[in-house]
């Protein structure tokens, strides 16, 4: 589906004239330099927004000092103040003051473990640091903050050691030297801020530098881009009108060309025609003769057997006759079935007269009289070779279809059954069993007999036409043939076949055997 639909945007595209089919090539140049333009915008914000997000990350270490400086001052000096004016209890001093210490601790270790941390640079290449930073850049001085952090981690155990003091009253001029230390602390922690907020700054400018130079060189670079888009679209457009130019100039030398072939062969053709017309009518001729040979086959076919028929009532005649035992019941029974046969025979020579005829006329007939019929025109050559017919109908169907080329197919098939079992089943055990039964819309014929099957190798050549496995005397090889062409193109129904074991008789002994399925539908699928 999507290779078909695929096929028909090109197909399109070749059918579009040269002034369209530039104009889109000049959309596609325009819409991907809009492209080019727009993810290069994003990608540049994109970068400016992480300085952003750095910037912050280097900010947050301010806010964590200005709490630690806060908390001294607050939590600590505040609260030793109120407890030595006595507007606190010693337990409720111990609790502000332990929470105090708790969150100083918190806060002072997060710094120190970000401070130990390689913190990420904002500069982008050694270029762009070199050519664009190189004035009123701010070198971070590692020594003097770790001189800093040093003495505020002494600073640190010095108020603890005097926090512990006050709270268990050992010295009375611990609260002097408290106020000392907590205001000692806070002009540390002043220093750091003062250097991580220089540092930030000074980052930040940096950073903004860069992005000032990212984003001029993109625009440098987009123009280019642009400009070499145009001109490169300019130049294919040219030599696109060029490749026209010389494409339509060749194909008014070819058309020219084919013109004259075309004057030329039409002559010829005429003459071909007038040659082919000959021919024509000596193979129609041809046609026809083959034809009629075929249809004799096929006459000649269905004649063998009621002829066989009609021989052996003549014969029984004789025999009565020489034995005395010539009665006219005798003679009345042998004279009307000798009629039905030979009434069966001119029938067969209508039917064949209409076999490709589309006027052919239906008629309504129960499955189980169409069978019974071609059993009754069969059942001298089977009492012969004593072949018994077993004919079990499970539903007796009616049917709105051609009754003799139905009856011809049951003929063909019990022909078959017969010629199989006379050739490997002794005479005792031969058996033709005919099963009919009604499955969803259509009827169901099995007709299998015990004659021992078919060579799996010949089994996909029966239904070829002039294929027998019998000598050319016995048969033609196309009754098989002829049952399926009626059966799928006149009944629109199938005939399949297959060996199969069963037990056909009642001694539960089983045998190998020859089926053969035909489906009828009940309802016309032609109307």
């Known amino acids: 589906m999507m290779i078909n639909k695929l096929k028909k945007i090109i197909a399109y595209f070749d059918n579009l004239s040269f002034k369209y089919k530039t104009s889109f090539l000049v959309f596609i140049i325009a819409g991907g330099m809009i492209c080019i333009v727009i993810l290069s915008q994003i990608s540049t914000f994109t970068i400016k927004q992480d300085f952003d997000v750095l910037f912050d990350k280097r900010t947050q270490n301010l806010i964590k000092l200005e709490h630690i400086k806060d908390t001294y001052k ?4 505040d609260t030793i103040h109120d407890l030595q004016s006595n507007e606190l209890s010693i337990n409720q001093a111990k609790e502000v003051l332990l929470l105090a210490e708790q969150l100083i601790h918190k806060s002072w270790s997060s710094y120190k473990d970000e401070t130990n941390q390689n913190f990420p640079k904002f500069y982008i290449t050694s270029f762009i640091k070199e050519f664009f930073i190189t004035k009123e850049t701010y070198f971070e001085n590692k020594i003097l903050k770790k001189s800093i952090i040093k003495n505020v981690d002494k600073k640190v155990l010095t108020i603890k050691k005097h926090l512990e003091e006050i709270m268990n009253k050992k010295q009375k001029d611990s609260f002097s030297k408290l106020n000392l230390e907590v205001n000692a602390i806070s002009i540390y922690i002043t220093s750091l801020i003062n250097y991580e907020l220089s540092l930030a700054i000074n980052e930040k400018r940096n950073t903004q530098k860069v992005f000032n130079t990212i984003l001029i060189f993109s625009v440098i670079s987009i123009f280019i881009v642009f400009l070499f888009s145009i001109i490169l679209s300019v130049y294919i457009i040219n030599n696109f009108k060029k490749l026209h130019n010389s494409l339509e100039q060749k194909i008014e030398d070819k ?25 024509d009518i000596i193979m129609f001729q041809q046609a026809r003769l083959a034809s009629l040979g075929e249809m004799l086959n096929n ?5 063998r057997q009621p002829l066989g028929s009609i021989t052996m009532i003549i014969q029984s005649f004789q025999t ?18 000798a009629l039905l046969l030979a009434q069966n025979m001119s029938t067969t020579l209508d039917d064949f007269k209409n076999f490709f005829s589309p006027d052919k006329t239906k008629n309504k007939f129960f499955i189980k009289n169409c069978i019974e019929h071609s059993i ?19 539903e007796d ?11 011809h197919i049951f003929l063909n098939i019990l022909s078959n059954s017969k010629d199989a079992l006379c050739s490997n089943i002794d005479k005792n055990d031969r058996i033709i069993k005919i099963i009919v039964h009604k499955y969803k819309n259509e009827v169901v014929v099995n007709m299998l007999d015990n004659g021992g099957g078919i060579s799996d ?43 199969i074991v069963h037990k056909i008789k009642e001694d539960n002994k ?10 009828i539908p009940i309802i016309d699928p032609k109307g």
């Open 74 to 77: 607050v939590n600590i000096q």
């Open 255 to 279: 058309t020219k060309e084919l013109t004259e072939l075309n004057s030329y062969l039409e002559v010829k053709i005429n003459k071909e025609v007038q040659q082919n017309r000959k021919k």
């Open 299 to 303: 006459i000649a076919h269905q004649w």
């Open 320 to 337: 009565k006759m020489y034995h005395g035992k010539l009665t006219n019941e005798f003679v009345d029974e042998k004279v009307h079935d």
């Open 376 to 394: 009754e025109l069969s059942k001298y050559l089977l009492e012969k070779e004593n072949i018994k017919i077993k004919l079990k109908i499970k």
């Open 397 to 407: 169907i009616e049917l709105n279809t051609y009754y003799n080329e139905l009856s």
């Open 457 to 499: 190798e010949i089994i996909p050549k029966i239904f070829e036409p002039y294929y027998t496995t019998k000598y050319k005397s016995a048969g033609t090889g196309i009754g098989l043939y002829m049952s399926k062409q009626i059966i799928e193109k006149h009944i629109y129904g199938s005939i399949t076949y297959k060996n």
């Open 510 to 519: 089983t045998y190998k055997c020859s089926l053969f399925t035909i489906k």
